[in-house]
């Protein structure tokens, strides 16, 4: 009887994160279709100020308690690399084929391992190393076109590339920060920082845009906060390493957005790159699930001996 309350927790996180992989979708959709217009610093932009508008209502409540830190450096480089990293996949999803970018966007659960061993200091064994490796050549067949046989790695590959391993960064100090801080707290700084990291960008690139254009960049970045916040519930709700598969739908609804709304298609090459990623980093989160199971345990068999 005691595990029957698991299955319903992960259907309701299942369709939470299902409602994660297809605002994530449609994000990317509009970002790309935006993208001859507006360039990805100023998509940035409005996706900051969206999450930003959206948090007000928790800044007005708490006032100063909503940003009590006592690390505001690690805050402050949390969401510059996070800023960076956002303009930098917006760029990619606005010049690859949506398939392309989000199967690059999956590297970085890869870069976590290495994060993971150099800066917060945890043991890394040799499966996940292995793992982590293995992924990175799925990565290279991804880059590889088929007709030449050469790889070549182009601007917007390099860009998605640098932004998951920058969103890795942002992770590995989140998983520092939330030893003493609240969500709550990380997610204000966050969108107050974000915000204002991304004014620069904006600045040199802006251009007032239509009644039509701004309702559209408004969505986008609607949907972007909708994202993270059903994936952050789906992962609440359900057991990781059953949440896990389930955000990689967002790899079939982007190869389906793709070929309907800008007639791509992707390679032989991005698919079977894609299995291997995806292969790896399943591999390396119920790893990790394991592992943090393991140790509970043997917490729980200490404290009772």
């Known amino acids: 009887m005691s595990g029957a309350p698991a299955r319903p927790d992960n259907l309701r996180g299942a369709l939470w994160m299902l409602g994660s992989a297809l605002g994530f979708t449609a994000m990317t959709v509009l970002i790309k279709l935006l993208g001859d217009d507006y360039p990805a610093s100023l998509q940035a932009f409005y996706r900051q100020a969206a999450g930003l508008v959206i948090l007000l209502p ?159 960049l408004c969505a986008m970045g609607v949907l972007g906060t909708i994202t993270q916040a059903c ?7 359900g057991d990781a390493g059953a949440m896990a598969p389930i955000d990689y739908t967002r790899l079939v609804f ?8 800008f007639h791509e298609l992707p390679s032989v090459w991005t698919m079977a790159g894609a299995g291997i990623v995806v292969a790896s980093t399943l591999f390396i989160t119920i790893r990790e699930q394991q592992l943090a199971r393991s140790a509970k345990l043997s917490a729980v068999r200490d404290g009772e001996g």
């Open 254 to 261: 982007s190869v389906a957005a793709g070929f309907l709304l």
């Open 231 to 237: 994936y952050i519930k789906g992962m609440q709700l």
């Open 58 to 216: 928790i800044i007005v409540q708490r006032r100063s308690a909503a940003f009590a830190t006592t690390r505001p450096g690690i805050l402050f480089f949390r969401s510059a690399a996070g800023t960076l990293g956002m303009i930098l996949s917006f760029y990619a999803f606005q010049e690859m084929p949506l398939a392309d970018a989000n199967a690059l966007s999956f590297t970085r659960t890869l870069w976590l391992v290495p994060l993971a061993a150099f800066v917060v200091r945890e043991t890394v064994g040799p499966l996940r190393i292995g793992a982590a490796l293995v992924g990175f050549l799925g990565v290279l067949l991804m880059v590889r076109p088929g007709a030449s046989g050469e790889f070549v790695l182009g601007l917007p590959a390099l860009a998605m590339l640098a932004a998951s391993f920058l969103f890795a960064l942002t992770i590995t100090g989140m998983k520092v920060m939330t030893r003493d801080h609240s969500p709550t707290v990380l997610l204000v700084w966050a969108a107050t920082l974000g915000f204002l990291f991304s004014i620069p960008g904006a600045f040199f690139g802006w251009r007032w845009p239509a009644p039509a254009d701004l309702a559209l």
